[in-house]
């Protein structure tokens, strides 16, 4: 295996930091075995924790206005795999990618797979794509794509998803995420039942071509690229859409694409009562699907969801197997700096409700004892775990200091020097 950034210099990074975190750790492990939790159990817990990245992520995203590249941006899917190997080696949480076709089409995807085993990364869900038009297309997703009301369209879109599982077989992944644009502007533009028949329809030949292992995530979104109508809006939809398709298809979450203030929390644990959580996209927002860096303007929302996800562990309905995905748009950020800044936040959450004391909040719960129940969650929220995770990264070969290290290596320089420049395409990604 070649490893993007030298070993010698994250040693020597983390000798700077080793003994400040020795303290550290130790004074947590007193504080935490106060209360009955065994630090290390928890270290373990957070060691085989992971979350994916998605392979455009790795680029410099955009808003409808504008996008800014920086240079040494990656331009291609291989030069995103080296960025994501970064990422994960000096963080130790993000061994997979997830990549989007036809964004990441290659010629061969077995040399695609073993090139990122080398680098130590597999691959996570496949993402299609038919909210736009790709050059040479037959039909346009102008009006839609699996709800098109043009049979030729929707036979172009399932056939586009059939292709991503093929692909995903090529590359190890066992996920398919569907995400559609479909929806309308106008009231009385669609008629609102039909479009979700159509939807389904077609989803359903997606659905029949899924190998036995994998599993059909159905993403829902409020708004956006259509304001009036989206034909998969929101859980309700996703929900029954997975329920109708059958025992494969799931329901993915993505923490921006609901209403403000919408009670995500209580969406998981629902999800999984029925037996349909899937997996999350994370990322943050203020005011809508705004892709924003994961636990920057919420944590306290990210902790809670993780509140509920180890709850689902612990009362398990079929099939209870999460996948966790970053999903954010770096405008204004290294993504390399953002993803490892994020992968940090979402496993501070996990850590987190790990040391939520079950026990007590299930009695407190029993007993309506409204503040203490709060108090179980509250205690564990306060709590700085930053040397568990830490700890856990170093032990596993990571930077203790993961901004700083990277800093140091000089990676982005680097690849300024060697990469062509991008060009400055605006967009939404
Ligand atoms: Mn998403």
Redesign the pocket.
Known sequence: MTLPISEDLIAEANAREADALDEDYAALDRKLARGGIAIDAIKDRIAAFSVAVPSWGAGRGGTRFAKFPIPGEPTNIHEKLEDCAVINQLGRKTPRVSPHFPWDKVSDYAALKDEAAAQGLGFDAVNSNTFQDQPGQPHSYASGSLSSTDASVRAQAVEHNIECIEIGRLLGSTDLTV?VGDGTNFPGQQDLGRSLDRYLDAASDVYAALPDDWRMLL?HKMFEPAFYSSVISDWGSSILAAQELGPKAKCLV?LGHHAPNTNIEQIVARLHRFGKLGGF?FNDSKYGDDDLDSGSINPHQLFLIFNELVEAELNPKEGLRPSYMI?QSHNVTDPIESMLSSAEAITQCFARALLVDREALHAAQEANDTMMAFQALRRAYNVDVGPILAMARMEAGGAIDVLGTYRQSQWRARKAQERKPVGLGAGIV
């Open positions: 995400w993403e993505d996209h999903d």
